[in-house]
């Protein structure tokens, strides 16, 4: 019986599912199995999955449903006491499945063991760091503020706790990942490996329109995990809120073309400032505002040849 199931929901993954799965058996823990849900693909991604030859994986196929339903139809499936998720465009480091694991047993008040992330870009040779959290135990309030585990990558739990809280919520489209984590951390205590171990792939969008829908999700996701929030807790909705808008600018900077993208920064810039005025004390808000100010004074073009920014 396998210990632990890695699920992958894959939806026309062909490109990169192969990389993501070779990340998988590279690892230092062996005694796992791999269940790929393919989600509908319209691609070759069926195709890629029948030539690998893994005993240990098995595939899923059905009709898009989306990455939430996709998770739950693997958890159903999943033979082992412990379940990882991993997407089907992102990496991780050998040792992560074999440290988190340990971790796990370690305690058995723990739920779930996260690690430290970092994203790469499209075509995976740019990397930069993402959160470098210690937060364990009782994370939840930490967590309803900002989801400090960054993606759906991230951690390993046990089945049980997962099958416990009921799964992914399957009608949200942004933000599914932190919602379930906050329904995690509710219940259990949550541990880290201090070590970065799980690469995220940023897919480039090309146009602020899919900004503006996500923004619009999270936001209704926000309001869903609110109201279960206990009385006492209401109070850090605002922390969040600005949280979220700051998030959102940063997203925002990565898609300005014009006048009145740069104007869309600037609103969530200060909307967040206005929700958390403790951000004008954070250094990646100083240098987004003086970014922000730059761009005010010359096109987004120019700016970014005279300085070279992430965002």
């Known amino acids: 019986m396998p210990e632990i199931t890695v699920i992958i929901p894959a939806y026309n993954a062909e490109k990169t599912i192969l990389e993501t799965i070779k990340s998988i058996q590279e690892q230092t823990f062996s005694n796992f199995e791999i269940i790929v849900i393919n ?54 480091t050998n040792d992560k499945l074999e440290l988190q694991l340990a971790a796990i047993k370690a305690n058995p008040d723990i739920g779930v063991v996260y690690s430290w992330t970092s994203q790469m870009d499209e075509t995976g040779k740019k990397f930069h760091s993402g959160a470098r959290v210690f937060i364990e135990g009782n994370v939840y309030q930490d967590l309803l503020i900002v989801n400090f ?37 509710a219940k259990y205590k949550f541990a880290v490996i201090p070590k970065q171990q799980v690469f995220y792939r940023q897919s480039p969008s090309s146009a602020t329109s899919k900004v503006a829908v996500m923004e619009q999700n999270l936001l209704m996701t926000l309001e869903i995990i609110y109201q279960s929030v206990p009385s006492h807790l209401q109070y850090l909705k605002n922390q969040t809120l600005a949280a979220l808008y700051h998030y959102l600018a940063a997203t925002y900077f990565a898609h300005v073309k014009n006048s009145s993208h740069i104007n869309i920064v600037g609103q969530k810039l200060w909307t967040a400032i206005s929700l958390n005025p403790k951000y004008l004390l954070d250094t ?12 005010k004074l010359f096109t987004p073009q120019i700016v970014k040849k005279l300085i070279s920014l992430k965002n």
């Open 284 to 295: 990646v808000t100083i240098f987004y505002i003086f970014k922000w100010s730059i761009m």
């Open 39 to 92: 989600d509908g693909s319209t691609d070759d991604t069926q195709l890629v999955l029948e030539k690998i030859k893994e005993p240990r994986l098995k595939i899923i196929s059905s009709q898009n449903e989306g990455v939430s339903a996709a998770r739950n139809k693997g958890i159903k499936a999943a033979q082992s006491e412990y379940i990882a998720f991993i997407d089907a465009d992102d990496l991780w």
């Open 149 to 185: 585990l960054e993606n759906g990558s991230t951690p390993l739990m046990r089945k049980e706790c997962v099958d416990e809280i009921g799964g992914f919520n399957v009608n949200l489209k942004y933000g599914e990942d932190w919602e379930f984590y906050i329904r995690l951390a």
